[in-house]
């Protein structure tokens, strides 16, 4: 009988052993607090228990579409919505789902930001079959979202250049694997994404352009077809750390884009970050992807340094880095402290560019067989 992992309704597709299944499981504190069970060799991991009692509630029902301008705590399901679910517009709003679903026809948001300054979004509850489950326009100001199982959105959660500081932690992200992405992080913001589970979808976690300040620490994110993706360095900031990113069809952890891509972007100015550009990616435990475990292409300008991570049993490299093409790049890429093995290649560096040095690795396997030392 094949596997299967069932969160609320939802069946992550898998083909993995049972032991396997188990690991995913067990391997982030959010789903630890699930009840699981053994079901005919089948684990179920059944969503929160939803808390049933009653809060505060508006005059009237609400419905889809309603703006809303205030505090509110749903007391029933709402939808399915034709298109936006609820529409947030003022300051310091909390929307308290209080244990219910809101729900789409795969169209619109779940829940849209327009012109608001501070916002918390948590649950517990569900948002579900939408194109975005909640999606963040410019002006969003401190933002929380928490505690929230987001399924079969097309993309989860998308901050489109707010600004301010977003928090986002303790959700189940689940999608069909199809197209979107989990969370994708845009431009201006500081956010916060942690102790999450992600999975489902072509890239889980993606960091694009802009982004001055983005960690993204101790999430879950597996059987996506790229884990976590930073997608142009020389034009953010992040750190990636503490995560678990384990059985994605391709690449655990990437930075950078295809050169084709990076060229196109060259005459624009850096950002500026307080740390500088670039990113660190330290501390993860990257095992069981099917293409490499962190996929390293150097940018132009930005420093990315390789700490202390895991890198285990991935299937073509461990740790691979791609140089810069571009003439006169100065950007640095520094490998350091990392525990590789049963890698196709362990180590490996397409030998293009400088300023790129490897030291105090472990590893049986390495191309070419001497690294530029550090």
Known sequence: MDDRIVIDDYVLPSTLSLR??????????????????????????????LWMGFGSQSARAIQCGDTITTDITLTANLGPCPGDGLVLNGDQITVNLNGRTISGT????????????????????????????????????????YNIIFTRN????????????????????LGTGQQGKGIEIGGGSTAYIYQNTVSGYPVGIYIGTEAPNVFVDENLVTLNQTGIWAFYPDRTCFTIRGNR??????????????????????????????????GDIEDNT????????????????????????EVSSNKTKGISVQGSRMPGAT?????????TTRN???????????????????????????????
Not at 29 to 41: D, E, N, Q
Not at 266 to 272: G, K
Not at 331 to 339: F, M, P, S
């Open 245 to 278: 990113v384990l059985f994605n069809q391709g690449d655990g952890i990437r930075t950078g884009a295809n050169p084709a891509s990076m060229v196109t972007m060259m005459a624009e100015l850096p950002i500026w970050c307080p740390q500088g550009i670039g």
């Open 20 to 49: 396997e299944v188990k690991e995913v499981v067990m391997s982030t504190k959010y789903l630890r607090g699930f009840r699981v069970s053994f079901i005919r060799m089948t684990l179920m991991v059944a969503g929160p228990l």
């Open 106 to 145: 795969a169209v619109g948001s779940g829940i849209l930001f327009n012109g608001v300054q501070q916002a918390t979004i948590k649950g517990p509850g569900t948002v579900t079959n939408f194109g975005t489950g909640i999606t963040m326009g410019g002006g969003a100001g401190a933002v929380m979202i």
């Open 286 to 309: 990257v095992t069981n992807n099917q293409r490499n475990g962190i996929l390293v292409q150097a940018g132009s300008l930005s420093s990315q340094y390789i700490f202390d991570n």
């Open 344 to 374: 196709g290649t362990d180590l490996f560096w397409d030998d293009v560019g400088m300023n790129y040095c490897w030291q105090q690795n472990v590893y049986s396997t390495s191309s070419p067989l001497l690294l530029p030392g550090c």
């Open 331 to 339: 950007g640095v890429v520094q490998t350091i402290g990392n525990y």
């Open 154 to 173: 097309t993309e989860a959660i998308w901050m489109a250049h707010p600004n301010g500081n977003i928090r986002v932690f303790n959700n189940v992200i």
